[in-house]
């Protein structure tokens, strides 16, 4: 896993005003370029240490997906002492995005945090006195990634994925007792039985990996949260970014009351954005699970939408609110400006960001959405970029479970014993595992005794 | 009264199925070797089933063979059935199992002992270690006051370190089949700094066959064709006996359940570690309630005796619920008990205080091989032993040790796992924990072993011209079948019609057809008048080389990338309290284990990929020091 194999990333932070760096660094690297990179030259006549023009296309599709210039260097005079590409898009965050997918369907992996750091520091790169920097570099990330990660998998994909893998586990034991107890007089999985339960398991990955590019299960980039007391318009605003902005999935849990969010898309960025009832202290039991919800989401929130009446200012309630969102990252909206005659300017706030807006007049959208997309593209909010990385990787090692069971389903179509599926049905188990962090050989062996009654 | 009574180049201490291959590997190896017991008539007993081979333990045995050991070929000579189990599951998981003779086992063993150049066999009871400069051991010490002064050990002592016998509310200080107990080499080692473990084991009882009524069990015979163990063995012909297979039912259950409280797994009498892999009879009706009943095989302890061993039954109840629970089982209605069952408590140490070599880190030129290093098995002992035997030979001879890696062999498997991860009960060898199991067949153990064999100096050069000749023969007839093109004609077609598989309208190689599933090597002669004279393991090997020919390359590509950073070494000498970075868990667990290698460094429990790099990184920057 260390070495030879080719790796993928984007490599720049965001800040660079919608044009993001694909970097790629491998043996495979110019092969995965060539066979998704289209211009006049062909891609293996292109010399190195060069810039080309040209489109992006997905082979299995035809669709073009990104103009782009792309950077051809030939090993070893290169940042990792391997072929290395780079393909500068210019389509934003989501184009970005599908760009790195599609190397990744090529037979790259995505890079782990500090990847190319590391291997320039392997291959002899980089200079000796710059190893504890890449050491901390590593520990960081992976704390970080981890993080994120973990935020991730709260909730109904890991809810799923583990589903998925106990019945993967469950499987294998069961292949594998009747490989190590052929005498014993436990039922013995045939290979029809284990087609069977393949079949299942396949269908329910692939309703996940559908739900993935729905944006459904899990959320990208931004995550920000509309607060404020009651009557103040706040489902209003929601109501006008989502009408407004293509909405990508719309999702009323039915359970939690109080809380509406919506995915929506300003100028690439993709966010999920969330309406709370408001906050303020109740004894409706009923409600305050809705209020619970609502600190919980400011408090995993990258930002957070204050709404004020115009017409009062800043009063005791907008401030009880506002104290629990003073750490946050915060854009603040004085509403309603169309039916305030003054504004009491004193009793806000200082240094934050303020926005006078009619939602009724429409005044003040734009400069909202301006407002977030600057704040993204500066880097001032964070944690999308890990966020939307461990999703690229929760995807591509869900495609790679998929494959593998199909490649074992094929093994039973042609015929093979039960003991050759075995190592696709290991492999689709070790994909999750890595989403989810678990090794699969102790636990087969763990699910074998406690299983099955064996012994002599 | 001490005194000097021999100095060698190896002492074994202990001489059941680790000790032998030990003893006999070190001699062969043209060291002046010495092997003690307890009882010279427990040399290589088999104190629990007696059987040898099965899941992952035949491949073993294959392994063992392949190496130049001696158990396959000792097991030849004494089978009593022979039978291949999961002949139909894939080629990875056949696996070789042969019931024994017990006692012919035995003899067979002492004398290949006794006849062999520089081995001296020696009843005694080693109790304590020689060590000098507190690193080094020098020999050891016999309970009559003898010292055996030699530059290796290898401390191959079973169950018999402090044994204890429990039946029931009943127990006593003893090893294994009413043999004595080793009481003080336990110590010894504890004062050299070996840290020991307690773990537990158990074995069912005996019966008379003059009591059984076979007409209620089902027979189980062994197989027609007879494949042997052992490699140079070429073909056998011989009587086999059957087994028998029964049930225990509602009452055996019930005399169980309610004689629970005087188990001592439950009364807390024992304080050893089981395997749950190996659990006794109340264990199975605990856990496993529901269950309504479980199979009973009644097999031969051997021809000159009518002993039978009841596997299934093992328990550590007190005698009478032993006999009441038995006579409940069909066909054992009268069951006359010889030996009771009972319950083996033993020390055994962590084996994460070994190298990869099976040599301690502590003590310099002391080895460990055996059940007395966490596992259970005869086929795993004997495995270790040869490793520990070979080992000690090259120490002496001052030549690296011989490592086997997790794609070579199980026996790579079995060693890299006690090492890197320990155990915590006795660890038996499955299928499962061999990730490339698919290479590591029981057909090719002589392919992937016997050049490293030849190379150490167990394989004589005869074997060694037969093994290259077989070789060619494979690899030629695998070109020819990949060269040679059938034409259609009827008489072909009506052969693939014969076994429902597609008819062929243009030519077609032989390769082809093989990989068809429905056609096997055998069949394919009827359409190939040519072929060469093949053996049945070289058709064989052939047949599975091409048929899964695609999962095999697989395998091998996965096994390329494990080599890499297999082929990172550690320097010995690494302190990783000074590296930065590292997280303190994985400090401390990478100092108790002391990898290799970071391949074996990255599957120590508790040490994450971050960590892993950051060793890769600062093992880039210790080598520029070096330099």
Redesign the interface.
């Known amino acids: ?4 194999d080719t790796i993928a990333a984007i490599s720049t932070p965001h800040g660079t005003g919608g044009i993001g760096i694909i970097r790629i660094s491998g043996d495979e690297a110019f092969d995965i370029a060539a066979r998704i990179f289209k211009s006049r030259k062909k891609f293996n006549d292109i010399k190195s240490h060069t810039i080309s023009y040209g489109k992006i296309v997905d082979p299995s599709t035809g669709e073009t997906i990104d103009e782009v210039l792309l950077s051809k260097m030939e090993k070893p005079n290169t940042f990792t002492r391997e072929d290395v590409v780079e393909i500068n898009c210019h389509g934003g965050i989501v184009v970005l995005k599908r760009v790195l997918e599609l190397v990744l369907a090529e037979g790259a992996r995505l890079a ?1 945090p ?1 990847e190319f750091t ?1 291997r320039a ?2 291959n002899g790169r980089i200079d ?1 006195s710059q ?2 920097a ?3 570099l ?2 960081s990330k ?1 704390a970080e990634s981890s993080k994120a990660a973990v935020r991730q998998l709260e909730g109904r994909l890991s809810e799923k994925l583990s589903v998925i893998r106990k019945l993967l586990i469950e499987l294998i034991a069961s292949i ?1 007792v ?8 436990i039922e013995e999985i045939t290979a029809v039985q284990i087609n069977e339960e393949l079949g299942k398991i396949i269908s329910k990955l692939r309703d996940l990996a559908r739900s993935f590019e729905r944006g459904k299960v899990i959320r990208e980039g931004i995550s920000a949260v509309i607060v404020g007391k009651p009557n103040v318009g706040k489902s209003s605003l929601l109501n006008e970014l989502s009408g407004k902005n293509r909405a990508i999935v719309t999702d009323i849990p039915g359970t939690t009351r109080d809380i509406i969010e919506e995915y929506i898309n300003i100028n690439g960025i993709p966010i999920r954005i969330l309406d709370t009832a408001g906050i303020r202290e109740t004894k409706d039991v009923v409600e305050k699970i809705g209020v619970d919800r609502a600190q919980r989401e400011i408090e995993n929130a990258d930002l957070v939408i204050m709404m004020l009446d115009a017409r009062t200012g800043m009063e005791e309630s907008d401030t009880a609110i506002y104290n629990k969102i003073k750490d946050k990252k915060k854009i603040i909206i004085l509403n309603k400006i169309d039916l305030a005659d003054k504004v009491d300017e004193d009793s806000l706030p200082e240094g934050v960001n303020i926005i006078k807006m009619s939602l009724k007049e429409g005044i003040g959208i734009e400069q909202l959405e301006d407002e977030i997309t600057n704040l993204f593209f500066k880097g001032e909010i964070i944690s999308n970029d890990e966020v939307l990385l461990t999703n690229v990787r929760h995807k591509q090692l869900i495609d790679m479970a998929i494959k593998s069971i199909n490649d074992a389903r094929n093994a039973y179509e ?7 599926m075995t ?1 696709d049905i290991k492999n689709a188990a070790e994909y999750i595992g890595q989403i989810t962090g678990e090794s699969v ?1 102790e636990d ?2 763990h699910e ?2 406690s299983r099955f ?4 | 009264m001490e005194y000097l009574a021999g100095e060698y180049d190896v002492i074994v201490v202990g001489a059941g199925h680790a000790g032998c291959e030990a003893a006999l590997a070190a001699a062969r190896l043209g060291c002046k070797t010495i092997v003690f017991a307890i009882n010279l008539d427990s040399i290589a007993n088999m104190p ?2 007696p059987n040898i081979g099965g ?2 333990k035949g491949q073993l045995v294959r392994e063992i063979d392949a190496l130049g050991g001696e158990m396959g070929k000792n097991a030849d000579k004494t089978f009593i059935q022979s039978k291949i ?2 002949s ?6 056949f ?1 070789l199992r042969a019931q024994v003779d017990r006692r012919r086992y035995q003899i067979e063993m002492k004398k290949t002992l006794e006849s062999q150049e520089n081995l001296h066999v020696r009843q005694s009871e080693v109790v304590d270690l020689i060590v000098e400069e507190g690193n080094r051991v020098a020999g050891v010490k016999t309970n009559t006051g003898a010292i055996y002064k030699s530059k290796t050990v290898v401390i191959t002592t079973g169950t018999y370190l402090r044994g204890k016998i429990i039946i029931g509310d009943f127990s006593y200080s003893g090893g294994p089949d009413g043999l004595f107990p080793a009481n003080k080499l336990s110590d010894s080692l504890r004062e050299n700094g070996i840290e020991l473990l307690r773990f537990k084991t158990g074995t ?1 009882a005996r019966i008379n066959r003059r009591s059984v009524d076979f007409s209620k069990m089902v027979e189980q015979p062994g197989d027609e064709r007879i494949v042997p163990f052992s490699f140079e063995t070429e073909t056998i012909e011989k009587e086999q006996v059957s087994c028998w297979l029964t ?1 225990t039912n509602s009452e055996t259950h019930r005399i169980i359940r309610e004689n629970l409280h005087r188990s001592p797994l439950y009364s807390g009498v024992i304080e050893g570690v089981g395997a ?5 009879i109340e ?2 009706i605990v ?2 309630a529901d ?1 309504e009943s ?2 009973v ?1 009644v097999e031969p302890m051997g021809l000159d005796t009518n002993e039978m061993y009841l ?2 039954l ?1 328990t550590s109840l007190p005698e009478d619920v032993q006999i009441e629970m038995i006579r409940t089982v069909p066909g054992l209605e009268n069951a006359e008990i010889m030996r009771s069952a009972y319950a083996i408590e033993y020390d055994c140490i962590d084996p994460t205080q070994l190298k990869n070599s099976l040599e301690c880190r502590k003590l310099q030129g002391l080895f460990f091989a055996g059940q007395v290093n966490g596992t259970s098995g005869y086929e795993e002992a004997a495995a270790q032993g040869l490793i520990a035997g070979i080992n000690a030979a090259r120490k002496v001879k001052g030549l690296e040790p011989l490592v086997l890696s997790r794609s070579d062999a199980y026996i790579g498997v079995l060693i890299d796992d006690l090492v890197t991860k320990g155990t915590n009960e006795p660890y038996r060898m ?4 061999a ?1 490339y199991r ?1 290479l590591l067949r029981q057909d090719n153990a002589d392919l992937r072993l016997t050049p490293i064999g030849y190379k150490i100096g167990l394989i004589s050069e005869e074997r060694y011209a037969k093994f290259l000749a077989k070789k060619e023969r494979i690899e030629k007839e695998i070109e020819r079948l990949k060269k040679t093109t059938i034409a259609p004609s009827e008489k072909v077609n009506s052969f693939l019609r014969a076994r429902n598989s597609t008819e062929i309208k243009t030519g077609i190689k032989l390769v082809e057809l093989l990989r068809r ?2 056609i096997s090597y055998d069949d394919l002669g009827e359409i190939d008048p040519d072929r060469p004279e093949l053996t049945f393991a070289e058709a064989e090997q052939v047949a599975i080389s091409v048929k ?1 020919e695609g ?1 095999i390359k ?2 091998m590509q996965q096994v390329e ?1 494990f080599k ?2 297999e082929n990172r070494k550690i320097p010995e000498n690494i302190d990783y309290s000074s590296i ?2 590292l997280r303190i868990e994985a400090r401390q667990k990478l100092d108790k284990v002391r990898p290799e290698s970071v391949g074996q460094a990255s599957r120590i429990s508790g040490v ?3 960590d ?3 060793l ?3 093992l ?2 210790y080598k ?1 020091k070096e330099k």
């Open positions: 896993m260390f070495e030879s782990e500090g590391k520091f392997l000796l190893a504890e890449v050491i901390d590593i520990n992976n594998e009747t490989v190590d107890y052929p005498e014993h007089d042609n015929g093979m014993p039960i003991d050759m190592i050989s087969v062996v074998i005794f009654c064996l012994g002599k | 629990c089933n899941t992952a189990l999961n139909a599951k894939g080629p990875a998981v696996s069912p049930y749950r892999y190996c659990p006794s264990d199975k856990r496993f269950k479980h199979q095989f596997q299934g093992s499955m299928t499962s924990r990730e698919l599933p429905e899964y999962y697989r395998q990338q890499k950073l930065q970075g994450s990929p971050a892993i790099s950051v890769l990184i600062y880039e920057h520029e």
